[in-house]
């Protein structure tokens, strides 16, 4: 893998990002609740604290040894245990089923919706998910099974909406325009009116 994202701003983290695919899925995974150069740059703490990075590493060591290492500060997510048990299942995952390699997921996929099918399987890849995440494969890395525009839905599209969207610094804050511009409107990352939140219960 070769790829262009620029979204941490740290080039060795970003290096890892577009050489690495399983760093790429393991940052895609904890790309929920925190701002994405956060979620991203989670793959880059973990090789320098467990002085490498691989699949195999990760998937042998005790479940709560490596959630200790997630939670070190500064945690690698703001729900470290929830989301570092979440990363060792899909390393384990990964080395049962794939080599060991998240890039053999994308790999052996003869279409888009058979990725699509697959990325579900793994726990924390919802729908949404699973579709950003295809979109970052063919914008960013040149993965591009057939469909990928098509399953990738609205991410698939220009309008720069997402982690798929970011190359430079400049995109990047298009991104970050866009939204805040969503967010303004009330819709969503897919242009839908956003659900209304339910009113806090009366204290006692």
């Not at 790429?24 to 880059?44: K, R, S, T, W």
């Not at 399987?121 to 099974?145: H, N, Q, S, Y």
């Not at 995109?171 to 939204?179: I, N």
């Amino acid at each position: 893998m070769a790829g262009t994202l620029y979204i941490t701003g740290d080039a060795d983290a970003d290096e890892l990002l577009n050489t690495d695919g399983t760093a790429l899925m393991i940052g895609m995974l904890l790309d929920q609740q925190v701002p994405m150069e956060v979620a991203f740059n989670g793959p880059a703490k973990l090789r320098a604290r467990l002085g490498r990075f691989d699949a195999a590493t990760i998937a042998a060591m005790d479940p709560d040894e490596f959630v200790a290492v997630c939670c070190q500060p500064p945690a690698i997510h703001r729900f470290g245990g929830v989301m570092g048990r979440r990363t060792h299942a899909l390393c384990r995952r990964l080395v049962d089923d794939f080599d060991g390699r998240a890039e053999n997921i994308w790999a052996g996929a003869g279409s888009a919706e058979s990725l699509y099918e697959t990325l579900r399987t793994f726990d924390g890849f919802g729908d949404e998910k699973a579709r950003i995440f295809i979109a970052l494969l063919g914008k960013r890395m040149g993965v591009r099974p057939r469909g990928w525009k098509t399953v990738a839905g609205k991410f698939g599209e220009a309008t720069p909406r997402s982690v798929a969207d970011s190359s430079s610094p400049a995109s990047l804050a298009k991104v970050r325009e866009w939204k805040k511009a969503q967010k303004a409107a009330k819709l969503d990352k897919q242009d839908r009116p956003l659900a209304p939140r339910a009113p806090r219960p009366a204290r006692a």
